[in-house]
T-cell receptor, first 114, second 112 residues
């Protein structure tokens, strides 16, 4: 089945540690996105990529980094510079060129501080 | 400022009853409005999309309406089922910035 796979489902970070969240899609979508979801707030865009080897900062990029070496993969690293990383992280993808197409979401990674 | 406001924040209803969720937005220029359903611990799934010229659109027991003049949308759920328990998120696209703005969602709980 085509879809987006995020792993791990749960992740714990120690002080000063960088952690990487995985996002893989087999939908042949060009665009991929990372969002952060906090209780009582709308999804906030961290980074997005419209094409391989290119990505752009979203609204809350500080303390995060990404790479897009393959079309299928868009990993997110939460660095030690992100002082409040506890949240639910969602990865999404979308086919190029059609604004009415929905974003397809993975099932998220919940990150907590140890 | 581009904003999407949803109400109520949470709602509890009995199984079999109907309910209506509201979405008000100030996004301009408007491109489209989408409703997503998000089950606990899962990613959002698209229910329906409304463009400027559409007033009503149905997807099974879900009916979305759009009033582009007042910048309001509603999602009506008919004959609710336990599986309807989820968060419902309204998302509006700004056509000039090619940006989407998420509401904070309505948490719906269906009680047997």
């Amino acid at each position: 089945d085509g879809g987006i796979t995020q792993s791990p489902k749960y992740l714990f970070r120690k002080e000063g540690q960088n952690v990487t969240l995985s996002c893989e899609q087999n939908l042949n979508h060009d665009a991929m996105y990372w969002y952060r979801q906090d209780p009582g707030q709308g999804l906030r865009l961290i980074y997005y990529s419209q094409i391989v080897n290119d990505f752009q900062k979203g609204d809350i990029a500080e303390g995060y980094s990404v790479s897009r070496e393959k079309k299928e993969s868009f990993p997110l690293t939460v660095t030690s510079a992100q002082k409040n990383p506890t949240a639910f992280y969602l990865c999404a993808s979308k086919g190029a060129g059609y604004s009415n197409q929905p974003q397809h979401f993975g099932d998220g990674t919940r990150l907590s501080i140890l | 400022k581009n904003q999407v406001e949803q109400s109520p924040q949470s709602l509890i209803i009995l199984e079999g009853k109907n309910c209506t969720l509201q979405c008000n937005y100030t996004v301009s220029p408007f491109s489209n409005l989408r409703w997503y359903k998000q089950d606990t611990g899962r990613g959002p799934v698209s229910l329906t999309i409304m463009t400027f010229s559409e007033n009503t659109k149905s997807n099974g027991r879900y009916t979305a309406t759009l009033d582009a003049d007042t910048k309001q949308s509603s999602l009506h759920i008919t004959a609710s089922q336990l599986s309807d328990s989820a968060s419902y998120i309204c998302v509006v696209r700004n056509s000039s910035a090619s940006k989407i703005i998420f509401g904070s969602g309505t948490r719906l709980s269906i009680r047997p």
